[in-house]
Nanobody, 122 residues
Framework: QVQLVESGGGLVQAGGSLGLSCAHS????????MGWFRQAPGKEREFVAA????????NYADSVKGRFTISRDNAKNTVYLQMNSLKPEDTAVYYCAARYRAQSTARSYDYWGQGTQVTVSS
């Protein structure tokens, strides 16, 4: 089994930046494509970004392209999401997800973290 633990959420003003981390354990991290998803109140969960198990390519939702950056550190078994130029509409619970050797375009994942709240004030 894979365990995922997100951290780094919080409250930030619009235009600000925030970085999320997700620690992966239980299996070989470098075998897993990692994704970030988010769910705002009253809305369905949506894809944000993904990074292939090999390290590239990455894939982003149009709504975050150019503002968010996903990266991974296989030595630390951690995936990151750097969020810049944040907008109030980025407010959501952000979830980390993992899937064994998937393409970065995958939208179905096998393992999920518990989520971390990101709130962007206007």
């Amino acid at each position: 089994q894979v365990q995922l633990v997100e951290s780094g959420g919080g409250l930030v003003q619009a235009g600000g930046s925030l970085g999320l981390s997700c620690a992966h354990s239980g299996r070989t991290f470098s075998d897993y494509t990692m994704g970030w998803f988010r769910q705002a109140p009253g809305k369905e969960r949506e894809f944000v970004a993904a990074i292939r198990w090999s390290g590239s390519p990455t894939n982003y939702a149009d709504s975050v392209k150019g503002r968010f950056t996903i990266s991974r550190d296989n030595a630390k078994n951690t995936v990151y999401l750097q969020m810049n130029s944040l907008k109030p509409e980025d407010t959501a619970v952000y979830y980390c997800a993992a899937r064994y050797r998937a393409q970065s375009t995958a939208r179905s994942y096998d393992y999920w973290g518990q989520g971390t709240q990101v709130t962007v004030s206007s």
